[in-house]
C-alpha cells in the first residue's frame, strides 16, 4: 500500500510563500518519480511539478521562477516551495507517484490533498 503524506498548506498573504511536504515510504522514494499537481475549485487537476530519482526535474511552464520541486533522499520527502504566490494559486495540492499495484500494474496514488489559499 502506497502512502503519501502532504503537510505546509495554508493561508497565506498574495506575495508570500509556502512550502509543502510530501512523505512516502523509501520503498517507493528511491524507486519512483514524484509530483506535485494541484486542482482550483471548478477546475481540472494539473500537473505543477516533477522529480525523478536521480534529481531532474520538470516544472509547469507558467510556474517556473516561481515554485520549485526538491527532494530530500535522507527524508525520503519531496517538498514544493512556493514564493510570489498569487490568488489564483489557490487550490488544493496532491503529491502524486506511478507505482505498481497488488498486481504489478502500475497506476497513479494520490496524497489526500493540502489545501493552499493565497488571500489578503
Known amino acids: 500500500q502506497v502512502q503519501l503524506v502532504e503537510s505546509g498548506g495554508g493561508l497565506v498573504q498574495p506575495g508570500g510563500s509556502l512550502r509543502l511536504s510530501c512523505a512516502t515510504s523509501?520503498?517507493?522514494?528511491?524507486?519512483?518519480?514524484m509530483g506535485w499537481y494541484r486542482q482550483a475549485p471548478g477546475k481540472q487537476r494539473e500537473l505543477v511539478a516533477q522529480?525523478?530519482?536521480?534529481?531532474?526535474?520538470t516544472h509547469t511552464d507558467s510556474l517556473k521562477g516561481r515554485f520549485t520541486i526538491s527532494r530530500d533522499n535522507a527524508k525520503n520527502t519531496v517538498y514544493l516551495k512556493m514564493n510570489s504566490l498569487k490568488p489564483e494559486d489557490t487550490a488544493v495540492y496532491y503529491c502524486?507517484?506511478?507505482?505498481?499495484?497488488?498486481?504489478?500494474?502500475?497506476?497513479?496514488?494520490w496524497g489526500q490533498g493540502t489545501q493552499v489559499t493565497v488571500s489578503s
Open positions: 522529480i525523478t530519482i536521480d534529481g531532474h526535474t
Open positions: 523509501g520503498s517507493i522514494f528511491s524507486v519512483y518519480a
Open positions: 502524486n507517484t506511478r507505482a505498481p499495484n497488488a498486481k504489478g500494474l502500475f497506476q497513479d496514488y
